[in-house]
């Protein structure tokens, strides 16, 4: 399976709708320090589930909401697509295409869609995890996280090759 | 299960051990069982010598040589359980850049069914990508993402 | 004693504000105090703006913006409590090649009474050094230090 | 006050003695991943009187001692000068040179110097601390360690300000 796209739209910096398309190999993203680069790492794993408001450099889930400057005002709706060729069925759900959105609304509320199909938050966890790609896989190394694999003690450590069985 | 804890220890061992030199240029490195008697309560320790160098306590190495390490032992898990795509945020930070270029050329020569995605801003990262995008933010606070050719952002 | 830390205080909070905006290339910052009615209890909030951007919780900053925010504050420190000589191990990893060579500029503008010493590998701080000196090894895990000219490093 | 040198002999990877003279202005360390430029800094801190030995990345004490390669045997004792110009007395001692001298043996006994007369190792840092360059002055910011100063919680961080005064 492949990740084929990114959408984002109101997360972040990311005020205007941008769509990233991946092909095979090595993609690189570069730019100045603050323009955004670890926002779109961010919004892969918000978009895959991650629940932590702390672990996206928030206080609160709404924080990922574009929060204007001074020449526009704050935005009330993030929103993630992540687009994937399922055709190897690595992704367990039956179909070629898998498409997958969380949205979040200033209030709080927030939305998840499925191939466009209303779900809960968990039923896009469940899809990553019983496929392999989710939280405790290697698929994400967030800035400043890559010796993380050290700070484990033996013990813990144990575990990272557990998980990789 | 400790039977498959053991293949799966000795397939990510035995990459680790292979991927080390690469990424090196040279040395050697091992993870090794704390208690092999009793797999289902062992920790595991990571030994690694840079080229040249004695093995001593992992605390001592530099800090470009830990980074590496831990680059090292991701490769390894990702060899023995492939993920579709891996996105590396800025790893090669504390690299010099003899040790970015083996990097890079470990990530380019990698089997191109995984997607690799790279943020950086190292030089001898993006000449060897296959592909760049540029964010920017022309407007104060607004994130613009655009395709960059790889010759202009490395000459910049 | 509120007296004293109510000086230094101002002092400090009125360098970083006046720095901030020569190590950004614009942009804003301040230190805030938490409880300025209670000045023995009181905490301090550190508010940094990047150029063009809002102020927002410092959180949201990029690593690089936290980065420079950090040398910045310890930059405001020394001023108000000069110290002989400062060593800085690799404080701008993190850093993009325009704030290295801001960050590079103001040390070499630094009063020069002032030592920095600075283990770098951007070539825009090397190159805004007085003079550099080389650590190898060309024997295995044994150091070797060797004066080496500036235009030769930053070519290379 | 300034420093004018510093001697390194036996202390980690550097076997061989070694000295660097110190000018005014800015002096820059370069090299390769590994060859010794975090081992400076750490030499500079150990002289003044750094206590812990995982603040210097070891386990104990003589971890700090030449260990030896593949050519090299190991070394029985590290030793570390560093020559300061005091003729402002921004050192509490009435000398205009003063010299602070550290050694560890492998059998972990230690021996330190002022100006070449055996002294103890609170000598070496109240005669820092008395000075403002000690262990909470900002004079040495250590490798990883940049973003410190913000993982202060902010009562913390008033601390910082009155060590400052
Ligand atoms: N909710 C939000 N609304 C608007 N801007 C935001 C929001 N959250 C974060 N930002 C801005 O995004 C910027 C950080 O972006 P990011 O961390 O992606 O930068 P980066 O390109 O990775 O930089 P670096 O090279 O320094 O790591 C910050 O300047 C921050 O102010
Ligand atoms: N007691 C010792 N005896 C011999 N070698 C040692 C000893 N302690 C540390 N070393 C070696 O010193 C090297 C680390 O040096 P150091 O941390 O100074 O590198 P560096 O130049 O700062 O590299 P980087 O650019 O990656 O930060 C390691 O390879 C380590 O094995
Ligand atoms: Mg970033
Ligand atoms: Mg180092």
Redesign the interface.
């Known amino acids: ?3 084929t796209s990114l959408i984002i739209s109101g997360f ?5 709708k ?1 769509e ?1 398309t ?20 961010e919004a ?1 794993r918000w978009a895959m589930g991650e629940q932590s408001a ?1 672990g996206l ?3 609160h889930m709404p ?1 990922v909401i574009f ?6 005002p704050a935005m009330n709706l993030a929103l993630v697509t992540l687009k ?1 060729d399922n055709q190897d069925r ?1 992704l367990k759900k039956d179909a070629d295409q898998i498409e997958i959105t969380r949205k979040i609304f200033r209030d709080g509320t927030s939305e998840f869609y499925i191939n466009q199909k209303s779900c809960r938050l968990k039923d896009i966890v469940s899809l990553f995890l019983d496929s ?2 989710g939280r405790s ?14 700070n484990s ?6 575990t ?3 998980e ?2 | 299960v400790r039977a498959r804890f053991k293949a799966t220890f000795r397939a990510v061992s035995e990459a680790f051990s292979e991927i080390f030199p690469k990424m090196f240029g040279g040395g050697q490195a091992a993870l090794i069982l704390t208690d092999p008697e009793d797999l289902l309560n062992t920790g595991v320790e990571i030994k690694a010598s840079p080229p040249g160098k004695k093995l001593q306590k992992l605390s001592l190495l530099s800090g470009g040589e830990r980074a590496l390490t831990a680059i090292t032992l991701l490769f390894a898990i990702i060899k023995v359980r492939p993920v579709p795509f891996c996105i590396l945020d800025e790893v090669e930070a504390s690299l010099d850049d003899a040790n970015v270029a083996r990097f890079a050329d470990f990530l380019r020569a990698y089997d191109a069914k995984t997607q690799f995605i790279v943020i950086t801003h190292r030089k001898g990262t993006m000449m060897r990508a296959n592909r760049l995008y540029g964010v920017t933010m022309q407007e104060s606070g607004v994130s613009k993402v655009v395709s960059v050719a790889i010759s202009d952002q490395v000459s910049a």
């Open positions: 399976m492949s990740l972040k910096s990311f005020a205007d941008t990233l991946f092909d095979k190999g090595v993609t690189g993203i570069v730019g100045p320090n603050g323009s955004g680069k670890s926002n779109i790492t892969v702390k450099r928030g206080e924080d929060a204007g400057t001074q020449l526009r994937f690595a392999g790609i896989s290697f698929s994400i190394i967030s800035q400043g996280q890559v010796e993380e694999i050290f003690r033996p013990e813990d450590r144990r990272i090759i557990e990789t069985a």
